[in-house]
């Protein structure tokens, strides 16, 4: 039986479902804006119909749009993802955009947790004279990181498998850079984020177990004067903040995203 797109218009029940369905149209299936408004009672093929039954059924099982597509956009380019990494979020953005606008000269920087790469690979292709590096001790991530690396060709960007810093040498980087797991396990927000990985979500310590970690840690593999910045949870600007004064880091602040959250927040390591 050959139904007609309007068929499965008529089935979605939100505004959401709706806008994915139309975005997946014309990433997945290539159609336009006259195939999806002006010829929706034309009969689809088997092919057609496969693929948006395929939508359907993974939206009923919740899952977002960014893994049914396989593809985020961040920083204005693709990225490959799955479920085997953390979708990358538009606050993480800033925190690229802010490295991006305030250093100039060859910088050795860390992306600690890369995930799918998006941060490191994001500040490798706008400054080639930085030498970027990306960490994950998931070798999942590291895979999915391996695919965007080589899709995107940053000429200046190397995959390591770390946990955290420890395997880091003395006076390794000038800048360190995380997007860490800091969700505390009580989060009721956690149900809602159940097809990403826990590991990239969930910190012990009250969401802030590898923060501690990664702040500790990174003042053995700093150079004297190197930045560390690292992404939180709008409530955590406090904690982090008497986290970085407590290993010496001075000249602390924190950035706010587009809702007025403060969300990262970077200091320097005087040795
Ligand atoms: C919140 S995700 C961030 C991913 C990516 N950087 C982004 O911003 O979309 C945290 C990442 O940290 C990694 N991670 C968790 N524990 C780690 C550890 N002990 N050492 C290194 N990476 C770790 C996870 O595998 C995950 O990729």
């Not at 920083?75 to 250093?103: A, Q």
């Not at 080589?150 to 995959?159: A, E, H, R, V």
């Not at 420890?166 to 800048?175: I, R, V, Y």
């Amino acid at each position: 039986m050959n139904y007609k797109l309007s068929y499965y218009q008529e089935k979605l029940d939100s505004e959401t479902l709706k806008n994915e369905f139309i975005f997946y149209l014309k990433e997945k299936l290539f159609f336009n804006d006259k195939d999806i408004y002006l010829n929706k009672d034309r009969e689809l093929s088997v092919e057609e119909q496969n693929l948006i039954q395929d939508f359907i059924e993974k939206k009923k099982e919740g899952t977002p749009l960014d893994y049914i597509l396989n593809s985020s956009k961040f920083y204005k380019n693709d990225f490959y993802v799955d479920s085997r990494v953390l979708i990358p979020r538009p606050e993480t953005e800033m925190l690229v955009d802010y490295i991006n606008n305030n250093f100039s000269s060859s910088l050795k920087v860390l992306d600690a947790g890369t995930g799918c790469g998006c941060i490191g690979i994001s500040i490798a292709l706008k400054n080639p004279n930085f030498d970027v590096y990306g960490s994950d001790y998931s070798t999942d991530s590291l895979d999915v990181a391996a695919i965007n690396k080589k899709t995107l060709d940053p000429k200046n960007f190397s995959l390591i498998h770390a946990n955290w810093l420890s395997c880091f040498e003395k006076n390794s980087f000038d800048l360190i850079v995380s997007n860490p797991p800091y969700i505390s396990d009580q989060d009721p927000h956690l149900s809602n984020l159940m097809h990403e990985p826990n590991k990239a979500l969930v910190a012990s310590d009250d969401g802030l177990g590898d923060i501690k970690l990664i702040v500790d840690q990174s003042t053995k593999v700093l150079k004297n004067d190197g930045i560390l910045i690292l992404e939180h949870g709008y409530d955590q600007q406090n904690e982090v903040t008497d986290i970085f004064k407590s290993n010496h880091f001075s000249n602390i602040s924190t950035l706010k995203d587009f809702q007025s959250h403060p969300r990262i927040t970077l200091g320097i390591f005087k040795s």
